[in-house]
């Protein structure tokens, strides 16, 4: 899914990175750089027979990352098993501040552990009621407390997307944001909070502030656009290109 991985590199550059990178299956590199912006970079990386990135990229990706500050890890990789274990392998061994979304989260569950170093959660109420192996209605009933259980108990920061997203961390604080609208719930949306994220953690902002800023630009980001495109006509991109203007109004 060449557009998740497009969108979330483009709004971590609105969101104030210096360098984004995109790590890509070699046969794709160059459909990717056609649908990315001059700014953005590519990484080639070994592939499987099906076209995804091989658990045997391994060694050049943990080679490329000494040079990085933050990595998304998930939008757009697929559920490839070999793609699936590479995931996990870099989850549990990468000290870099991470994001986890996505196809990241898919590969996680069922294997949870407790995260050393920044990790980021940011399920939607589907994915975070398959990590923690229950319904999607208990999930939306005690979001907060579901939120604030699974930071804690696995030592990370949890971002449940949807109606007034929940920040939590494993210390126990908890952000209820209040900007953004049903037109976000627009296919890229979350690969856009993605970017954000790890843009944030790589200026070096707090894990937990970084997140909560991220959501609330995100939002009032998704609210200028719904001003000029409507809630039914807005897409991912509009949120992009209304990151720049909802930075400034907080200035």
């Known amino acids: 899914m060449l557009g998740a991985a497009s969108l979330c590199a483009k709004a971590a550059l609105r969101s104030g990175a210096g360098l984004v990178t995109v790590g890509v299956a070699s046969g794709l590199n160059k459909p990717l750089q056609r649908k990315l912006p001059d700014e953005v970079m590519t990484k080639p990386l070994t592939q499987t027979a099906d076209v995804t990135i091989a658990l045997r990229a391994l060694a050049q990706i943990k080679g490329f990352l000494k040079r990085a500050d933050a990595l998304v890890i998930g939008p757009g990789l697929s559920q490839h098993p070999s793609t699936q274990k590479l995931i996990r392998e870099l989850v549990y061994s990468v000290k870099l501040p991470m994001v986890i979304d996505a196809d990241g989260l898919n590969a996680i569950t069922g294997h949870l552990k407790q995260f050393k ?62 900007t953004g609208n049903p037109g976000m719930a627009t296919a890229g949306s979350g690969d856009v909070l993605s970017g954000m994220v790890a843009a944030f953690l790589g200026q070096g902002i707090q894990p937990f502030q970084a997140a909560k800023a991220a959501v609330y630009l995100h939002g009032l980001a998704g609210d200028l656009a719904a001003k000029e495109k409507t809630q039914a006509g807005m897409i991912a991109s509009d949120i992009i290109e209304k990151i720049p203007e909802a930075i400034k109004r907080c200035r």
Not at 141 to 167: E, F
Request: glycine share 8%; hydrophobic share 30%; aromatic share 4%.
């Open 117 to 178: 170093g920044i990790k980021v959660l940011t399920p939607h109420p589907g994915e975070m009621a398959r990590l923690l192996n229950t319904t999607t209605r208990q999930v939306q009933k005690q979001r907060k407390d579901i939120t604030k259980g699974l930071a804690k108990k696995y030592n990370c920061i949890v971002v449940l997307k949807g109606h007034h997203t929940v920040v939590a961390d494993y210390t126990g604080r908890a952000y209820l944001n209040k």
